[in-house]
């Protein structure tokens, strides 16, 4: 029985308010690490916002990552947490929404660094790393969401 190789790439998406080298590569880490639990495999692209606020989404690494997606270039999405995304409750629902109508999941890696204890690990054992979204009919926040952003559903 041969697998059929699924469309597209696993992406991951980091930003950091101030250029901070340090902190984009903790980012990549734990994405890198997400990438891997949740689908067998390392993310092959990546988009970077290095010193863009997150109170807006007009950021260059973003709209080149939603252009990729639309393109359907993209499978999924990693982000180490959720406000690498955006800080805006509203940017966040309407990225949420675009993103679940293209069909391209979104996975936020929980809290561990990239370098973690044995104590860490085992803490770990204990708690999801990452949310994988579960596929099936729509979630109802999806359908508040669109009703809320008036965006009609074909």
Known sequence: MSREKEVGNVVIY???DVPDPRAILQQYAQAQRAAEEAFGESATVTYCDDGMAGSTVRRPGLQSMLRHMDAGFV????????????????????????????GVPLIVARGRPAEASEADECQAAERPRCDVPQTGPSAPWLERALSALRIKRY
Not at 77 to 95: C, E, P
Request: positive net charge; charged residues 40%.
């Open 75 to 102: 499978r999924a999405i990693v982000v180490a947490s959720d406000d690498r995304l955006t800080r805006s409750y509203m940017d966040d629902l309407r990225l949420r929404v675009r993103f679940e109508l293209a």
């Open 14 to 16: 980091a930003r950091s």
